[in-house]
Structures are given as C-alpha cells and as structure tokens.
C-alpha cells in the first residue's frame, strides 16, 4: 500500500486515482477546481465515462479514494505525485507546460525525500529534465509515465493495458512505479523519460496518420464504386496492419490527435526535420471535414442557405460527452457560415460551447430537415426507426458519415443517402 497524490483530476487523472486506489493504495485526487472536488467526494462525477462512476465510489466508500484542493498539505505526506495536469497547444503548435511547471514549482519544498513526481501528461521530450530542473532537489526522482487512455474506455484501458511504458534514470524509481502496475501488466517497458516521452507523440500521429489513410481510401474507393468497409476488413485481417483503427469517418479529432500531432510538428520543426507524412494526415483530415459539408451542400441541390440541417452526434466519438476538436463542431459551424439552420441531437452532450439548436431526442432533431448528417458513431443511431424519420423530414436524404444507419433499410424508406466508404453498388455501374 503506497500513499499516492495525484493531481488534476480530468479524465486521465480521475481514471488513474480510482484504479491506483482499486489496487490498494490510499490516493488522493487534487484539484484547483474547489466545486468538483467538493462532488467528488460526494462521489459525484464531472464527466462521462463507463464504468468510473463504479470505480471511484468503490474508492470513496471503502476511503482509499479522497478529494482535495490543498496541493501543499496532500503532497508532503506521499510518496509519489503523479501530474495529471492539461498540456493544451500553444499559439505554434508547441505544447503550454505552463500547469506543469507550475506545479513542480509549488510542490518542490514540501516534497519527501525519495519522493518520485511522475509525469503522466502528454509532455514534449525534454520536459522530465525541465520538471527535474524547475525542483531543483536531487533527492527526489521525476519519471515519465505517458498514458494512453481512449475516452470512453479509460476504465478498461487502465485496468487492460496493451503496455505500461515508463521513462525513468534510477531504476529504484523505475521498479517502485512498475509495482503499481504489475498485477495488470505483464508488458511494462522500461526506458529513458525521453523516450517515454516520444512514445506518446509518436503512437497518437501513428494512429491519426493510419485514419487519414483510410480516409483517403475511403474516399477513392467511393469514386471507384468500390465498398471500402470490407476491403478495410481484409486490410485489417494481416496481423502486420491490424483490424483496430480502420473505420473511415467524418475526420478525426479529440482532445489529443490534433493537439499531440502539431506538438510533434512543432519539434520536428525546431530539430529542422521534415514530415512530410505527418502534414499530409492533417491536410487530408482537414479536408474530410471540409468534403462533408461539400457533400451535404451538393445533396441538396448546392446550396446551404436557408436549409434545415439535422445533426445526429456532437462528440468527437461515441462513448463520450467531450466536443473538443470535435469534427461534429467543425462540421455545424461551417453548415452556419453558409446559411443553414442546424438542428443538433446527442445522447450524452449537455451544453456545449458553441451555439446550436438543440433537439431532445433524435427524431425531433428531423422535424423538417432537408437533410440527416450522422456524425458520431452512437449505437443508438442505428435503432432509430428509419420510417419516422423519412415521414418528419421535409425530405428524406441523409448523409451518413459513421456508416452507422442500415443502408437497405435507408433504401427501402425511399431515402436519397450516401454512407461513408460505400460506393455504388457495382451492378449498377455496368
Ligand atoms: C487517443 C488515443 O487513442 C489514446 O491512446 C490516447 O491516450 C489519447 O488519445 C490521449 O492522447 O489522451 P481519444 O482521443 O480518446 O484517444 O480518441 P480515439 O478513440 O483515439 O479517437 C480519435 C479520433 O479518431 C476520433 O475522432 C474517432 O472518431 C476517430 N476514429 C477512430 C475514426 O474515425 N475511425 C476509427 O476507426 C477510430
């Protein structure tokens, strides 16, 4: 049983708390935010993910799990602090280390001699040697724990990870955090902070590069009359490529692919090397989210202005309420430029922030829509019943960029649609 603090308690750090509390430790969670830790002692979550409810209050009631603001007091009694802290971009891409900076600095004096701070935010490389610095104590050790968390499926990936990567100079530091893990883990690799570091990066443009290329094929196949989802399966069946990542979409987004992919631009910039490749993938991106809204337009009948656009889904993905970076929100914003009037529905958005009319379940979002626009992948969109649909829309079209919506049933309730990766069928180009 070790005493941990970790502090920042969004998604990644509430997620790690409960599961180092789970496995036994006496943790608390540390935020600045006095409102959320006052309800999360109450065991009241400020965000949605499966299964944390569950995890945190197990912590809660049995009190290895507590909540506080008090950096200071929490820090100097534990052992290890992890920092759980934002890294948002900079004005040029570079990543703000300004939280995490800041928290080194405040807790620098009041650490235990031994103490290890591990940083499990996304940090650029160097940043464990700048934490080193910023503590100036060579009696405490600074070890780089990148995370690699899905929203939506933080629990489980916390609890079943593919590999727990930890970056560390003392190998007694190194062991102490691999201990945390070891009942989960059987794949802990150990190496430098900085290639900690790199790993995150490099792992989340890998998979960012990955769906612009099945964007991109996506999009040929359609031209083509080429269904792409059962190519993409055959693609995914060599275990070299792999089946996980393959779904082509309205364009990728999230809290960390935009933000992770320009921050290693920015230092592929400064060490002047070029990536190509990775600047492709945001321009291919940038453009799947353009494409969408030129598909819509050119649906119904080239131009937007004065339509009645329903958007199903606002979250970057399903499983989640987060619309940062959302492709969803990039999306309606570029519908409103060009005159439509948007009527949006998500099962798990509250309020969001940026104006749109908002419908309380998703057949009124269609109440005279000129055309559906699927954007995120819900399950629940699936099991709408498509015949309501097509009788509350002023006409039936619908733009299915999740491929989540049957297409036979689509055709048999006499809509005008197009689903992502779905060509024309072959027999009706011959
Ligand atoms: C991502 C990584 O997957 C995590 O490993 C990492 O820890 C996390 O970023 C982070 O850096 O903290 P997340 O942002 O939750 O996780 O989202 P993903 O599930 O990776 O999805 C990213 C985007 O790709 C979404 O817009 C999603 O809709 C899109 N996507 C994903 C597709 O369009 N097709 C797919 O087949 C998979």
Redesign the pocket.
Known sequence: MKKIAVVGTG??GLTAAAYLADRGNRVVGVDIDADKVAQLNQGILPIVEEGLDAVVNRGITSGSLTFSTDTIKVVQDVEIVFLCLPTPMGEGGEADLSYVLGVAAQIRDVLRPGAIVVNKS?VPVGTAAKVTTAMGRDDVYVVSN?????????VY?MFNPDRVVIGARSPEAARRIADLYKSDCSDIMQMSPEQAELV?YA??SY??MK?SF??MMSNLAERMGVDVHRVLEAMGADHRIGE??????????????PK?VQALLYMAELMGVPMELLVNAVDINERQIASTVNRARDMVGGDLQGRTVAVWGLA???G?D?VR???SHRVIELLQMQGAKVVAFDPAVGKTPFEVARAETALEACVDADILLVM??WPEFGKVNLMNVARLMRYPRVLDM?AVLGRDELARHGFMFETVGHGVPMHALV
């Not at 995370?147 to 933080?154: I, V």
């Open positions: 998604y990644v996304t990148p995370e690699f968390l899905r929203e939506g499926s933080a990936d995150k792992s989340n998979l960012a769906l099945v964007n996980a990542f393959l779904k082509p979409g309205p364009g990728w987004g999230g809290s960390c692919f992770d970057f993905k399903a989640t987060d970076d959302s492709p995120t992948e999740r």
